[in-house]
């Protein structure tokens, strides 16, 4: 996990909304672009940047690209963060 690059893909507002579309389940990228007042180009980028810090993962099937959660470095992180705070019982 590259926390960089993790972190910079959290830190716009516009793919932390399509993490949030992500969770309930495997979208198209059309899909995605539907819900955004932005160019499909932008949001190519923005899939681009949540796949590099693979917060995301992608399957094509014919001529679609399918997006959907990649939750497991989500999960690393909150796990890396809960450790940083440490046991409130030592402080």
Do not use: P
């Not at 972190?7 to 949030?20: F, G």
């Not at 001529?63 to 992180?77: G, H, M, P, Q």
């Not at 890396?80 to 019982?89: Q, R, T, V």
């Amino acid at each position: 996990m590259s926390f960089q690059a993790t972190m910079k893909a959290l830190s716009d507002s516009t793919r932390c909304e399509i993490l949030e579309m992500l969770k309930k389940g495997k979208m198209s990228a059309g899909e995605i672009c539907e819900r955004f007042d932005i160019t499909d180009a932008a949001i190519s980028r923005h899939l681009s940047v949540l796949k590099e810090a693979d917060l995301v993962r992608d399957e094509r099937d014919g001529k679609y690209i399918y997006y959907e959660l990649n939750a497991s470095v989500l999960e690393e992180i909150m796990l890396w963060i809960a450790d940083l705070k440490g046991d409130e019982k030592d402080a």
